[in-house]
C-alpha cells in the first residue's frame, strides 16, 4: 500500500489545510453511514479508535488511501470540500473492513486490489448517478465504463477510484502490479 505522508505542514497547495481537514474528519466520523462501517469494523474483531485516520499533505494526486496496519490518510491538499472527505472515508473503511474479514486478502494481488476497488467503489456511492452528474458525467446508459475511460478522471486521479485507476496504469505501462 502508499505511504502517502509529505509531513504534517499545514499550507493548502490548491486543497484545504491539514487543520481543516482534521476537522472535517471528526465531523465525518459522526455520519451515519461511517458509524456503521466503524461499528461493523469493531463486530468484525478490527476496531478503528479515532487516531486510525489522519489528515496529510501528499506528493500524490489522490484524495487518500487505506494503508494495511496504520489506518486511513487522507491527502488535505487533495481535497476540497466536506463531502468529500465523508466520500473517502467510506470508501477506505470498505478497504478497511475487506483487509479485516478477508483472511487472505494480498494487496500486491492486482486481482484482490481491483476487486476490493470496486466493491468500494460501487458500496461507497462513488459511481452513484447524482454524484456522476455533480461530476459532469451526464449519460444514463453505459455509466461505468463512461467513468473509467473518462479522461479527465484519468489526468486529475483524485477521484475517488483513483486506485483502481493507478493499477490499471500499472498494468498498461507493464509494470508490476504491487502498490508500495
Not at 57 to 79: D, F, H, P, R, W
Not at 140 to 167: A, F, N, Y
Amino acid at each position: 500500500m502508499t505511504d502517502f505522508s509529505t509531513g504534517s505542514d499545514s499550507s493548502c497547495n490548491g486543497g484545504i489545510t491539514v487543520e481543516e481537514c482534521q476537522g472535517m474528519i471528526q465531523r465525518s466520523l459522526k455520519s451515519p453511514v461511517v458509524r456503521f462501517l466503524r461499528e461493523h469494523l469493531e463486530k468484525a474483531g478490527c476496531g478503528v479508535g479515532d487516531n486510525f485516520f489522519k489528515a496529510v499533505n501528499c506528493e500524490t494526486q489522490t484524495a487518500g488511501g487505506y494503508t494495511q496496519g496504520k489506518g486511513i490518510v487522507l491527502c488535505s491538499n487533495q481535497i476540497s470540500s466536506e463531502d468529500e472527505v465523508n466520500q473517502v472515508l467510506i470508501h477506505e473503511l470498505i478497504h478497511a473492513f475487506d483487509d479485516c474479514r478477508a483472511a487472505n486478502l494480498d494487496w500486491s494481488n492486482c486481482a484482490h486490489h481491483a476487486c476490493s476497488e470496486i466493491r468500494a467503489g460501487h458500496l461507497s456511492g462513488d459511481c452513484h448517478f447524482k454524484r456522476e452528474l455533480l461530476r459532469g458525467f451526464m449519460g444514463i446508459r453505459r455509466h461505468e465504463p463512461d467513468q473509467r475511460d473518462s479522461t479527465d478522471m484519468k489526468s486529475k486521479s483524485r477521484v475517488l477510484i483513483g486506485g483502481l485507476m493507478r493499477i490499471i496504469l500499472y498494468l498498461e505501462d507493464g509494470g508490476l502490479c504491487i502498490i508500495s
